[in-house]
């Protein structure tokens, strides 16, 4: 019999409430009063968003986020810097001790980004799951989608959606980006370089690392037609039912709580 999780899109939401999200969901479904949910998201303005343990101090240019109304928010989960702009925003909540979900982190990558994988050839899009040899030549950059990590998904090469990953209270969250477009240009604009030299020199190389929707899909892809492929994705990928599901007030509630708390919060953001 096909189990069923929840799904939920939250639509377009300040980068705080985004975040507030996540973490509540995760709080709810370690309490069992959820079961396993995808959602998926976008962001208004657009934001960015850095890792649990991402440094911004000579990192992240903050004048220029805040020159731009891009609001910075620091993630429950690990990695880079992401620029959450032209995209769609996906999110899985479920126990770690689910029969389907594996214990290593890499091996649940794999089975949670099949619905990912699914999703892009409902697109016509070829996509495969990126397996580095042996480990990755790590960078010093700051930027998300310069390298792709353990089963994240490529097309020729280069990286398609960038994901991330906690497990807290016995769940795992993993979420992550997929861009239907990208603009280079507004993406560096954000982080600092020794000099103008070496940004373009990174902006030029980015690429031949990172690829939007758009830049390969044969015909225009709107952020609803990503979200009906790749909602069906999920379902195929992960072998799953999807029911729709809404907050109630005391929810809502508690998110923006935790949004003002937190996630609007220069301690927390500039933590580090």
């Given at each position: 019999m096909t189990e069923t999780w929840y799904f939920i899109d939250t639509g377009k939401s300040l980068p705080?409430?985004?975040?507030?999200?996540?973490e509540c969901l995760l709080n709810w479904h370690s309490k069992g009063e959820i079961p396993p949910i995808i959602?998926?998201?976008?962001?208004?303005?657009?934001?960015?968003?850095?890792?649990?343990?991402?440094?911004?101090?000579?990192?992240?240019?903050?004048?220029a986020l805040k020159n731009q109304n891009i609001p910075l928010v620091r993630r429950l989960t690990g990695g880079r810097a992401v620029?959450?702009?032209?995209?769609?925003?996906?999110?899985?909540i479920v126990s770690e001790n689910h029969p389907d979900m594996p214990k290593s982190v890499k091996d649940a990558y794999r089975v949670i980004s099949k619905g990912l994988l699914e999703g892009f050839k409902l697109l016509n899009i070829e996509a495969s799951f990126s397996i580095p040899e042996g480990k990755l030549e790590t960078t010093q950059s700051a930027v998300c989608f310069e390298e792709p990590s353990w089963y994240e998904l490529v097309i020729e090469g280069k990286k398609a959606a960038g994901s991330a990953q906690t497990r807290q209270k016995g769940v795992i969250l993993q979420h992550g980006s997929i861009p239907i477009t990208i603009d280079n240009n507004k993406l560096y604009d954000l982080f600092l370089y020794p000099n103008e030299r070496v940004k373009e020199r990174a902006k030029n190389a980015f690429k031949d690392k990172a690829v939007s929707i758009q830049d390969v899909a044969t015909e225009k892809v709107s952020v609803e037609k990503a979200r009906t492929a790749f909602r069906q994705g999920f379902a195929k990928g992960l072998d799953i039912e999807l029911t729709s599901y809404e907050f109630n007030e005391a929810q809502l509630r508690e998110i923006e709580e935790l949004m003002y708390s937190k996630y609007m919060n220069d301690s927390w953001n500039l933590s580090r």
């Open positions: 705080a409430f985004n975040m507030a999200v996540d959602r998926f998201y976008e962001w208004e303005p657009a934001g960015m968003s850095v890792g649990y343990f991402q440094k911004t101090k000579n990192k992240i240019d903050l004048d620029l959450h702009d032209q995209e769609l925003t996906y999110s899985v």
